[in-house]
């Protein structure tokens, strides 16, 4: 079972940026399909972006589209999320999860390991 360590979350002013790695446990998370969710105090896990094994195919939510960017690096078992142009309103935990399967979806009912989450603050 492969274990996700999220890091590089942390506080922020609006307007700034942040870049949250995603590190899997083992060279198996190559053929998975990744994806990054937050979630808000009382509020639903949302869906962000997800990249296919081969990170030739993303899918975003509309709400982060031309702000956020997920890549990887398979040689480094490792997914990345670029935050940009940060609001208050990206304030939440932000998990990353892998697809055994290898999909992208937006659902996060198709993620099969989750990570335990890296706090985002976003000030005014």
């Known amino acids: 079972q492969v274990q996700l360590v999220e890091s590089g979350g942390g506080s922020v002013q609006a307007g700034g940026s942040l870049r949250l790695s995603c590190a899997a446990s083992d060279r198996s998370s190559s053929t998975y399909g990744m994806g990054w969710f937050r979630q808000a105090p009382g509020k639903e896990r949302e869906f962000l972006a997800a990249?296919?094994?081969?990170?030739?195919?993303?899918n975003y939510a509309a709400s982060v589209k031309g702000r956020f960017t997920i890549s990887r690096d398979n040689a480094k078992n490792t997914v990345y999320l670029q935050m940009n142009s940060l609001k208050p309103e990206d304030t939440a935990v932000y998990y990353c999860?892998?697809?055994?399967?290898?999909?992208?979806?937006?659902?996060?009912?198709?993620?099969?390991?989750w990570g335990q989450g890296t706090q985002v603050a976003v000030s005014t």
């Open positions: 990249i296919s094994s081969t990170g030739s195919m993303t």
């Open positions: 999860a892998a697809d055994r399967e290898g999909g992208f979806s937006m659902f996060k009912y198709y993620y099969d390991y």
